[in-house]
């Protein structure tokens, strides 16, 4: 197997996860299997799609019919294994991680091929993996989940910081995208066993003399 | 009248019928004139906006001022004729099923001539028929209707696929474009009539442990 | 100081402005620092890049790192001086029009350049000046506050009415940027002090026979 078609069958298994967390939080708000799907399938390439459509570039699930696929089979199996799919919320942690590295890699490196700065790559390395979420929460009518909980983001942001520190001593590419992906899925493991958070911001009273 | 002009006249009724759907649901939230008419505009231009934003060709309601000015003349009708509205419901109804049949092989056919394959044509005719209604959704912060009701979605997709079938079958542009149309709008006639829907997804409950 | 030097800081004022008011709105939703910071950015660049993706323009914080930087300053500010900030409602209100300002100038003259007629340019005046507002309480999960308070696109539109009838005079590209700033700022004001707002729409009932 070569690296092209390994790197193909990680992105596609966290498309799966991506979309069943989607279709997991549409179920809870009883949409139909139109919506489940839609919600699922924003969820996996909403990030992605952002980030293209911001950078000008070709919508990359345009590209290939298998996230559409992976999306369905995603829904095909919420239906059928309910019961299951409980128990599994572990091995959907660890391939939502995997995910979120993969995915994160990807922003940095298309924003950085499309001659853009560090910083504009890490804004993006942070859309493609956090962002998909984001739309999800919106499509759900909730406030987005990463804002309030969960370091997603900030997994992401010290993943380009490692990607960019890795370029600045001389790492190669594949060198730079591995440490990148290591650091956010160990971030992500860290968060979960000791509980990590960011500082939230306590309400402001507002002065109603404006 | 040729072709062009009815067509462009089946386009702005479509466009009309979108916008003041959109704006009733903003009267409802008490919003100002210009939130309902920006809420009336994103209804009816808000799924054809997506896809030129997503097939990176130039916006449609960019290059003619009717679809404001269409709009505009819905926040008129809507202020002034509230009442006969409320009775007007099933000539909404069926001018909203015709422009959503319309804007649904506009959707694929914009697609096609784009170079992308049929597939991607189908996602993109259920975008420009359906996403206006979510946005517009979002916009009154509501979850979208139609993941949950009405099979606004699944008839663009049937229409596409019909679309489909008959080019395989060899039909021509005109006849491809009219079995679609056809086929949106009387499965929402139908779907209205039998009161058909999609299942719905059951909540799933949460493992805690996670 | 030239008048590149002093419109940028005119511009990083109007930021840091719109970008305190997001930041504000996220912290009584008790969002951690992330959530709160993108808030803040969607709030101030959420308008121009709404507009730049739709005229299908380079965007335009991804030319500079003052966007960022000035939003993360802005979140510094917001965490330290609480209950300063309290305080400086009028200040930041003045700073708030400002920003409005210039924001509806650069999208209305961004527009033209990109060859498109005024009606447009008034489209992507209001969409820069007042939609980064939209998209922040999209964020929050509430109604678009300008939808139902507040004269905010109202003023951007009468900006770009006076922009119009100025370039009509014969008036060169500084003083129609200057006479529509004025007149964005003039009506906020005059909004503010005398209680103005556009008519709401109330509630149409719904026809269950539908």
């Known amino acids: 197997m070569d690296s092209t078609t390994f790197l193909f069958i990680i992105e596609m298994i966290g498309t799966a996860a991506a979309a069943i967390s989607g279709i997991r939080l549409a179920a809870n708000k009883s949409f139909d299997w139109f919506g489940a ?17 911001l950078l000008d570039i070709p919508l990359f699930w ?25 128990r599994s919320d572990r091995i959907l942690f660890i391939f939502d991680s995997i995910g979120l590295a993969l995915f994160c890699v990807i922003g940095i ?17 942070v859309i493609t993996g956090a962002f998909g979420g984001v739309l999800r929460d919106i499509l759900i009518n909730e406030a987005p989940l990463i804002f309030s909980k969960d370091i997603y983001a900030t997994a992401c942001l010290a ?19 591995l440490a ?11 968060a979960l066993r000791y509980n990590l958070a960011l500082p939230s911001l306590s309400a402001i009273p507002v002065n109603n003399n404006k």
Chains 1, 2, 3 share one sequence.
Request: charged share 5%; hydrophobic share 55%; net charge positive.
């Open 109 to 125: 490196q298309k924003t950085i091929a499309a001659g853009y700065p560090m910083w504009g790559a890490a804004v993006m390395g």
């Open 180 to 190: 990148c992906a290591a650091t956010v899925i160990l971030l992500r493991v860290l």
């Open 37 to 53: 799907y839609t919600v699922g399938l924003v969820t996996a390439i909403g990030g992605g799609t952002l980030r293209d459509v």
């Open 62 to 86: 345009m590209q290939s019919a298998w996230y559409l696929a992976v999306t369905a089979m995603s829904l095909a199996t919420v239906i059928m294994l309910r019961r299951q799919l409980v």
């Open 159 to 177: 993943g380009a910081l490692v990607y960019w520190l890795v370029m600045l001593l001389g790492g190669g590419y594949v060198c730079q995208g």
